[in-house]
């Protein structure tokens, strides 16, 4: 092959190795800052060089041919040299640039991760920023994500995880749902009550809680799972904290989403006795799958922000 045809030859099988990973034109477009029309072009060039299909396209999908998989296994592996080489060139000098993109849930972003932005970027000027928030669990690697923010009690073992910071959840309620219900004594009276639940697969749920009374060194205090149900359930702990509010029922919340109304008296916390346990995790991660290249300086950087302003806990 001439060097006239090489250049492009070898764009065009970076592209590859992205589609092959986003299974999405719109997605690798999206990652390598062209348009899904160009992308489309690029891998039909590629295709008429090589002299065989390589994508197999459909309305709904994206799927590499068997040429195009067996192309992709040969060729990744030096782009992913490459791509660490230079990122390694380039971290090594200066001051630390390009983009972070980075996946949270709605209210942890919302409520701790959007007040450290200005921070940071001020302090990295050639930084620059993305912040997607979904409630859903994205794929990092298919969708482009250097980061995702998360609470969760056990890291995904394929992923790199750094302890931001510790949180916890709350059992609330307002006084006058209290008033009109009465206030549970213990976790299993929860089944008698109209319970908010976070949305999160299949229709049953349940509460567990462990008492934290004082025991013996080692010992694991009483635990007790709660089946509950109620008029209302959200994938977002800032809906639930407001039907909360609305005297609508009993809350389990994640301290970000309901310190500010505890402070106020506008919450009550309920169960002094005993710690809801499992649900929302104990601590918050930044998590980076182990597949992906070298973490960037700029990523890092993130990260070390994130960990330095949230050392101390949740933000009061």
Known sequence: MSERLISPVLADLHLLTVLAATRSYTQAARRLGISKASASMRITELERAAGVPLVRRSSRSV??????????????????RIEQGFNGVRDAVGQPRGLVRVSAPVA???????PLLTGFLAQYPDIRLELELNDRLVNLAQEGFDLAIRHTETPPETHVAWVLCETRSWLVATAAYLERHGTPAHPSELAGHRCLAYLRGGSAQRWDFERTLPRKRGER????????????????SELLREAVLGGLG?????????????????????????????????????????????????VQCFVDHLRQRLAGGMPA
């Open 63 to 80: 799927a590499l041919t068997e040429a195009g998989q067996q192309l992709v296994e040969d060729v990744a592996d030096a782009f992913l």
């Open 108 to 114: 942890l972003g919302r409520q701790v991760i959007a």
């Open 221 to 236: 205090g009483e635990r007790v799972s709660v089946p509950v149900a109620g008029p209302f359930k959200a994938n977002n």
């Open 250 to 298: 009993i809350g389990l919340l994640p301290d970000f989403s309901c310190a500010a109304a505890l402070r106020a008296g506008e919450l009550i916390a309920l169960l002094p006795d005993w710690k809801p346990v499992g649900f929302f995790g104990e601590r918050i991660y930044a998590l980076r799958p182990f597949a992906a290249a070298q973490v960037p300086r700029a």
